[in-house]
């Protein structure tokens, strides 16, 4: 996860990349695909939505 950094051209704090890291970790048996794609949808949405960004994910990149 931490190429998603380069491969977006976007800056992170260490804390933000800790819990996207750790969002996907939990979510692992939920989601639609573990891929880069998926990464990097949910670090999208983290920083178009800094404050709501795991609910988004939660309906947007996990199964039902």
Do not use: H, M, Q
């Not at 989601?31 to 404050?51: C, G, H, N, Q, Y």
């Amino acid at each position: 996860l931490e190429v998603l950094v380069e491969v977006e051209e976007k800056i992170f704090s260490d804390e933000i990349k800790t819990e996207i890291i750790d969002y996907i970790g939990s979510k692992k048996d939920s989601l639609r695909e573990i891929s880069l794609r998926t990464a990097i949808k949910v670090a999208d949405l983290a920083d178009s939505f800094p404050k709501k960004w795991k609910s988004i994910a939660d309906v947007t990149v996990c199964k039902n």
